[in-house]
């Protein structure tokens, strides 16, 4: 039998080594591999991800720039409209906060820093507010900025990218047939729409999902898809850490188990894609967060929006007793 998984396992490798794509029953044999076979799994995506990133991991940081105080009614949101939960609420930060956030951003050995907001969509004006401060980062650190501003114009994701900006994330964060259970204030296309008009403006491309809110495989399945046809340049894939407060403050299922088999699929369908295992990494990992990176080639360090992460240090120190270095 460890033989018949073994066999298996170097066939989901060979098929993303040689950039073929698995089938939807052989994804569904992923997420149904056996707990107790997970590090033979775990070392088939291993191979794919040494082939195409190595053994380095990017470092990233992310700052929240503006905080609750959103109309949307994303269910799995500490800051959303129907959210209940014990947060700060606070307008744009000040330019010169954003460019000292960047400075610890490139002390903690990122190679990006995200600067995200609430909302449904930004202002103009707190789009060029944004690039202002990006070009005062761009003149003052070699650092990459990714944004993540909610639902862009193709205007203001021109604007963005003349600012210096490199990336804007936006994720799809569940299969377009479960959208509408976790978001009802906008849609699965409004969102494919703004990756659309972020690679109109020669942005790259950052997106992914949430596991963990009540998907089924084959949503999971159709989100790995999906992302096939945006092309993102990043893949960053968020494990539900429930907030009190929030419509899914109780859905609690994932193991560190699952989350791995998760990790290892999106590996197998996006063999050269950084793919960054982000928020809810601590909370749903717990002692096996290192076997995440035989995986993921990409990591936040220092926290998220509103739920505390990995000090840098200690990323450090996790990173190279893998064997892994810091991507530079």
């Known amino acids: 039998m460890i033989q018949d998984h073994t066999l298996q396992f170097e066939h989901y490798s060979s098929i993303a080594l040689r950039g073929d794509v698995l089938t939807r029953e052989e994804c569904r ?6 707990d107790s076979e997970i590090l033979g799994l775990l070392h088939a995506a291993y191979e794919v991800r040494k082939q195409f990133a190595g053994n380095t991991v990017q470092v990233q940081m992310l700052t929240n720039a503006k905080s609750g105080a959103c109309i949307e009614d994303c269910h799995y949101c500490s800051q959303s409209s129907i959210s209940t939960a014990d947060i700060d609420h606070y307008g744009l930060l000040p330019e010169d906060t954003l460019v000292k956030d960047a400075h610890h951003a490139a002390e903690s050995k990122a190679v990006r820093y995200c600067i995200v907001t609430s909302g449904r969509a930004p202002l103009d004006r707190e789009v060029d507010a944004i690039g202002k401060a990006v070009r005062r980062i761009k003149s003052e650190l070699p650092l990459q900025v990714c944004c993540s501003l909610g639902l862009l114009t193709e ?20 299969s377009e047939r479960y959208h509408a259970d976790i978001c009802g204030t ?15 403006a020669g942005l790259e491309i950052c997106s ?17 898809f999906a992302l096939r046809d945006v092309e993102p340049d990043s893949i960053p894939i968020n494990f539900l850490h429930p907030v009190e407060g929030t419509p899914l403050a109780n859905c609690n299922t994932l193991t560190p188990q ?4 998760v990790l290892c699929l999106f590996r197998f369908l996006h063999p050269r894609k950084e793919i960054r295992v982000a928020g809810g990494r601590e909370y749903n990992f717990r002692s096996l967060q290192p076997l995440a990176l035989f995986a993921a080639d990409s990591l936040f360090v220092d926290g998220y929006l509103t739920t505390p992460g990995q000090p840098a240090d200690e990323a450090w120190q996790m990173i190279g007793d893998l064997g892994f270095t810091i991507a530079q």
């Open 208 to 224: 992914g999902g949430i596991i963990g809110m009540g998907e089924n495989d084959e949503d999971i399945i159709d989100l790995a």
């Open 29 to 34: 044999e992923v997420l149904a591999t056996p």
């Open 258 to 261: 699952r989350c791995l088999k």
């Open 186 to 200: 906008h849609t699965f296309r409004d969102r494919i729409a703004t990756i659309t008009n972020a690679k109109k």
């Open 155 to 174: 205007p203001q994701a021109c604007r963005l990218k003349e600012a210096g900006v490199d990336r804007i994330n936006h994720n799809l964060n569940t």
